[in-house]
Antibody, heavy 122, light 110 residues
Framework: EVKLVESGGGLVQPEGSLRLACAAS????????MTWVRQAPGKGLEWVAN????????NYVDSVKGRFTISRDNAKNSLYLQMSSLRAEDTAVYYC???????????????WGRGTLVSVSS | QTVVTQEPSFSVSPGGTVTLTCGLS?????????PSWYQQTPGQAPRTLIY???TRSSGVPDRFSGSILGNKAALTITGAQADDESDYYC??????????FGGGTKLTVL
C-alpha cells in the first residue's frame, strides 16, 4: 500500500523558515517524480513544486521561486520542502504526492498524503 | 499568466447527470495538457479520479468519466449519489514540469 506521511508543519513568524518532510513507503520511491501541493484555508489546490526521480530537475510555481527548495533523499525514501522568507499567504495545508508519468505519456498526481498545516503569523 | 477555469458551483439531483468543465483563459484544452480530475471532501486529502483526459484511476466507479467537450476538458458524473457531494478540481500539465489547478467546483447533490 502506498503511504505518504507529511510532517514538519507548525506556526512560524513572517520571514521565518520551516522544513517539511514527506516519508514514503509501499512503492519504489526513486522511480517517481514527487510534488508538493498546498491549499490555503477555504481555498483551492495550488501546485507548489516538483522534483524528478533523481532530483536532477526541480520546478516551482512563480510565487515561491527563490524562497522554497524541494529536495529528496532516495536512500531514505523521503521528500522535503525547505521554506524560507515565509509570508502570511504561505499559510496552507501542504500535501506531498507522487507524480505518475508512465514514461512521458501522462502527468497525474496519483497518490496523496494527508497533509501538514503551515501557519505563518506573528 | 495561465488561468484554468472551472464553474464555481454546480448542483445535481440524486440519480442525475452533471458535467463539470475545465477551460483555459486563453486557448483550448486538448489531450496534450493531460487533463486530470481530483475529488476532495472537507478535511480530506484529494483523491485522484481521472487522468489523461479519460482514464479512471484504480477503484473509481464508472459513473465518473472524462472527455474533451469543445475546447474544454469535462468530468461527467452519471447517476449522481449523495457521497459525490464534494469539491472537484481539474489540473492541466503545461509542460516543463509545470502544473496548474483550476479553482475548483463545489458540487451539491440535492
Amino acid at each position: 500500500e502506498v503511504k505518504l506521511v507529511e510532517s514538519g508543519g507548525g506556526l512560524v513568524q513572517p520571514e521565518g523558515s520551516l522544513r517539511l518532510a514527506c516519508a514514503a513507503s509501499g512503492f519504489t520511491f526513486s522511480n517517481y517524480w514527487m510534488t508538493w501541493v498546498r491549499q490555503a484555508p477555504g481555498k483551492g489546490l495550488e501546485w507548489v513544486a516538483n522534483t524528478k526521480k533523481d532530483g536532477s530537475e526541480k520546478n516551482y510555481v512563480d510565487s515561491v521561486k527563490g524562497r522554497f527548495t524541494i529536495s529528496r533523499d532516495n536512500a531514505k525514501n523521503s521528500l522535503y520542502l525547505q521554506m524560507s522568507s515565509l509570508r502570511a499567504e504561505d499559510t496552507a495545508v501542504y500535501y506531498c504526492a507522487t507524480v505518475a508519468t508512465f514514461t512521458g505519456t501522462t502527468w497525474v498526481f496519483e497518490n496523496w498524503g494527508r497533509g501538514t498545516l503551515v501557519s505563518v503569523s506573528s | 499568466q495561465t488561468v484554468v477555469t472551472q464553474e464555481p458551483s454546480f448542483s445535481v439531483s440524486p440519480g442525475g447527470t452533471v458535467t463539470l468543465t475545465c477551460g483555459l483563459s486563453s486557448g483550448s484544452v486538448s489531450s496534450t495538457y493531460y487533463p486530470s480530475w481530483y475529488q476532495q471532501t472537507p478535511g480530506q486529502a484529494p483523491r485522484t479520479l481521472i487522468y489523461s483526459t479519460r482514464t479512471r484511476s484504480s477503484g473509481v466507479p464508472d459513473r465518473f468519466s472524462g472527455s474533451i467537450l469543445g475546447n474544454k476538458a469535462a468530468l461527467t458524473i452519471t447517476g449522481a449519489q449523495a457521497d459525490d457531494e464534494s469539491d472537484y478540481y481539474c489540473m492541466l500539465y503545461m509542460g516543463s514540469g509545470i502544473s496548474v489547478f483550476g479553482g475548483g467546483t463545489k458540487l451539491t447533490v440535492l
